[in-house]
């Protein structure tokens, strides 16, 4: 997957791929530093850090019919989770003495219209968008809480729902009065609304889905009760077709079963029953299917996480141990008491945390990465398990660079989260997450009556459940190619006198605390990372490598970045203090044959320098 353009999504041609190329150094500096020369090329980017054009069309015309001058929405699946962003603004927001703060922040809900009748695909998936607004210089507090939260709606919800919206079909609740009057729409009516084209990926486009049938309350005339049957016929035909959605919830449930490692087989979505899940999975006793939840992204997993243990706990800080992928710090920080970071994650910062436990230090929870993001650095699980057991607080364990396949983390943890975004869906055309609690865990019960009541609330698109639970089937078989890659890769740095170090599980000091939680047949995955002798050497190898290069990890394809520059480039010298090079260059290993011979090229180009 080389050369693709500037600013192309990855995969190319993919409406909502979760990637975005940026296929030099010079164009990730100038992604970070705003210039318009990359801007202006991206046709997407990583769905937390820009916002999918699909999403932006729906909130722009939300705003033209419902909004004022002067403001900004922001979308969001569920009042409850727009209502998190409000109140996140209001708590942030430095306001202008001129500009009033509650009059200016309000949630519309739009929901299916109440007064007509649709088929029941379309009542099964209950679409809904509650978008915020608020003046317009707030916007980038707004996008904090998008990026952080992860509980922004997913572009094929906005797209879905932008046809329904259009089609007026997608209406206020009683509960979100129009910012402004708004004049009598007359509608259309017919199923030639559903006569459009599909979009680039396979799914219908944003205005080419069905949309359900509209039948008003008042016996209609023959001719729009025709229409209506019509329409109706050709929403079930199409949409139960091409998305199958009547399977959704078994598609969930395959997913489930695929993360607590007991499907190993396709499952047949069309079965009224499911198999009996075992009992014993992943090594822990008793653990079933509704001990695994699903949410919208990675990022949600570890914030739904977070917000459970405040609810099912004293709020108090938590324990960021590790040099962590960027936003779970942000997390720990803006949305509860507060965090205490161990950036190296060192045998010396254990030593430090049990010293402060034991002079009567109390925390909520201590989240970890199984290994580090981008250093490949594991944290002792095993004593960290002893602590937590001796001094009461939680064990939140990331394995989404590890995977299942490789290490079992979830008997020293209380809770394992897990981006299903990465290598469990591998294709990079869909996001999800996951959240399984532990039945062994001493906070076990806490946790359920937290997530049953209101720390938890199940967003995850139909559309998204489909694509993950398609893209999820052959999770297990890739693998084992994508190990055998990565260590192959590995023996060509380490080879190389230009490359500096490699990162790597395998490599690393932290080996012994992987290898205690690798299971038999386990690799050590597959990412890596490498620091070059020089700045020059690391851009002219980067530049020179022939595989994908844009965000994000754990795709079937190789894809590389100079994960720091993307990641912390605000904040270079505060990474560097925790040993993490900014040149550094991180990369994702896929399944193609050729590595070996694509790595060696550019570490010949690097020699020219």
Not at 405 to 410: E, S
Not at 452 to 472: G, I, L, Q
Request: with cysteine.
């Amino acid at each position: 997957m080389a050369c693709i353009d500037l600013g192309d999504s990855i995969p190319p041609n993919t409406a909502h791929a979760v990637s975005v190329s940026l296929p030099t150094w010079k164009s990730n500096v100038g992604y970070e530093e705003g210039e318009q020369w990359v801007l202006d090329t991206m046709v997407t980017g990583y769905p937390r850090f820009f916002i999918h054009k699909a999403i932006q069309a729906l909130g722009a015309d939300i705003l033209a019919k419902h909004g004022r001058p002067g403001q900004a929405a922001m979308l969001f699946p569920t009042r409850r989770t727009a209502q998190r962003c409000v109140d996140f603004i209001r708590d942030k927001a430095e306001m202008k003495a001129e500009t009033p703060a509650l009059p200016e922040l309000s949630i519309l809900s739009l929901v299916l219209d109440p007064a007509r009748e649709f088929a029941e695909p379309l009542r099964s998936i209950s679409p809904s968008i509650s978008a915020v607004l608020f003046p317009h210089d707030l916007f980038p507090v707004a996008k904090q809480y998008w990026q952080h939260s992860g509980d922004g709606v997913s572009s094929r919800r906005a797209e879905f729902c932008h046809g329904l919206f259009r089609d007026g079909l997608l209406v206020l609740d009683n509960r979100s009065p129009s910012p402004r009057s708004l004049l009598q729409q007359k509608m259309r009516r017919g199923p030639k609304r559903y006569q459009r084209a599909a979009s680039v990926d396979g799914v219908e486009a944003p205005n080419g889905r069905g949309h359900g049938t509209t039948n008003g309350k008042m016996s209609p005339p023959a001719e729009e009760l025709a229409d209506s049957l019509e329409s109706s016929r050709f929403l079930e035909e199409r949409y139960g077709r091409n998305l199958d959605v009547s399977f959704v919830e078994n598609a969930k449930s395959a997913i489930r079963r695929r993360i607590a490692g007991v499907l190993t087989t396709d499952l047949d979505l069309a079965s009224k029953s499911l198999p009996v899940m075992e009992s014993n999975a992943r090594g822990v006793s008793n653990m079933q299917e509704h001990d695994i939840y699903l949410t919208p992204c990675g990022m949600n997993a570890i914030f739904t996480t977070h917000q459970a243990l405040l609810k099912a706990r004293t709020p108090q800080k938590s324990v960021n141990f590790g040099f962590p992928y960027v936003d779970t710090l942000k997390i720990l920080q803006k949305f509860g008491p507060g965090a205490v970071f161990y950036g190296r994650g060192s045998t010396a910062d254990l030593d430090d945390l049990e010293a402060r436990l034991q002079a009567g230090e109390k925390f909520l929870a201590l989240f970890c990465e199984f290994p580090g993001n981008p250093l490949l650095t594991c944290p002792d699980l095993t004593r960290i398990h002893r602590l937590a057991d001796m001094y009461d607080f939680a064990v939140v364990v990331d394995e989404t660079i590890g995977n299942f396949v490789n290490v079992n983390v979830l008997p020293l943890a209380d809770v394992v989260v897990s981006s299903l975004t990465k290598i469990f869906s591998g294709d990079c055309n869909v996001m999800g997450g996951s959240i399984i609690l532990n039945p062994g865990g001493r906070y076990y019960h806490a946790l359920k009556t937290a997530m049953a009541n209101d720390a938890f609330e199940d967003t995850y698109w139909a559309e998204d459940v489909v694509f993950m639970e398609r893209n999820s089937r052959d999770f297990i078989t890739r693998i084992d190619r994508v190990n055998a890659n990565a260590e192959a890769i590995c023996d060509v740095l380490e080879a190389h006198p230009l490359v500096a170090k490699v990162f790597y599980p395998k490599y690393n000091e932290s080996r012994p605390n992987y290898e205690a939680c690798r299971l038999p047949n386990g690799g050590y995955g597959g990412l890596l990372s490498c620091t070059l002798k020089t700045k020059a050497h690391a851009i002219a190898f980067y530049d020179a490598l022939e595989t994908a290069k844009g965000p994000s990890l754990g795709t079937n394809f190789t894809l590389t970045s100079p994960y720091v520059i993307l990641a912390h480039y605000q904040e270079l010298d505060w990474a560097a203090s925790f040993g993490v090079d900014p040149d550094l260059l991180r990369i994702s290993v896929g399944l193609e044959d050729n590595l070996g011979e694509i790595f060696a090229k550019a570490l010949r180009a690097a020699e020219a320098v």
